[in-house]
């Protein structure tokens, strides 16, 4: 008996929930962790990720119905988190925090053109964010995140080619935006 059927049997037969939690922790951890990890590309959040799929489990435990695998069942569970993440606001939040505010000094430049530099850096932002919420998501996945368009696509959950026109929309709107601030034309 393999070990994915030893741990069906002990479900259906309503063994202890923490001794069952603990045999899939031993079973699935590991992997689940690393499937986490190749959505959001970072080992802390993937782990904290992982405690959370876990805690699914345990709590649904008596819920699964063996009409799949249980590493289909609890795959599911780990990609679903990780994709309700990429889409919650925190993670684009911290998208922008960390891709967008970030000013890395340059010792090479004086604080004239590193202020410069910021200030460019301010005023794009400002554009990104003047953005309707459709556009301003695929830019900042694709350009932020170097998300691909697929991956776009799965994330938001809409067809290949809307990815490609919001994002060509997008780049269009910021051209304009930036050529009137150019001009002078924008903020004043």
């Known amino acids: 008996m393999s070990r994915e059927e030893h741990l069906a049997k002990s479900?259906?037969?309503?063994m202890d929930r923490a001794l069952a939690l603990e045999m899939i922790m031993d079973e699935y951890g590991t992997m689940i962790k690393r499937l986490i990890y190749s959505y959001?590309?970072?080992?802390?959040?993937?782990?904290?990720?992982?405690?959370?799929?876990?805690?699914?489990v345990y709590e649904k435990l008596e819920t699964f119905h063996q009409r799949s695998?249980?590493?289909?069942?609890?795959?599911?569970?780990?990609?679903?988190?990780?994709?309700?993440?990429?889409?919650?606001?925190?993670?684009?939040?911290?998208?922008i925090n960390e891709k967008v505010f970030f000013f890395k000094k340059d010792t090479a430049k004086n604080p004239e053109a590193q202020l410069l530099q910021l200030d460019k850096q301010n005023e794009l932002l400002k554009g990104v964010w003047s953005l309707p919420v459709k556009y301003?998501?695929?830019?900042?996945?694709?350009?932020?995140?170097?998300?691909?368009?697929?991956?776009?696509?799965?994330?938001?959950?809409?067809?290949?080619?809307?990815?490609k026109t919001r994002l060509y929309r997008a780049q269009e709107k910021m051209r304009k935006l930036l050529s009137m601030e150019n001009r002078g034309e924008l903020y004043g």
């Open 40 to 56: 959001v590309k970072d080992w802390e959040i993937a782990s904290d990720l992982t405690q959370e799929v876990f805690l699914t």
């Open 136 to 163: 301003r998501e695929v830019l900042l996945l694709h350009y932020y995140q170097d998300f691909s368009f697929h991956e776009i696509s799965t994330t938001l959950n809409i067809p290949l080619s809307t990815v």
């Open 69 to 95: 695998s249980f590493k289909t069942w609890i795959f599911s569970i780990a990609i679903n988190k990780s994709k309700d993440y990429l889409k919650s606001w925190h993670h684009r939040n911290l998208i």
């Open 11 to 14: 479900i259906a037969s309503k």
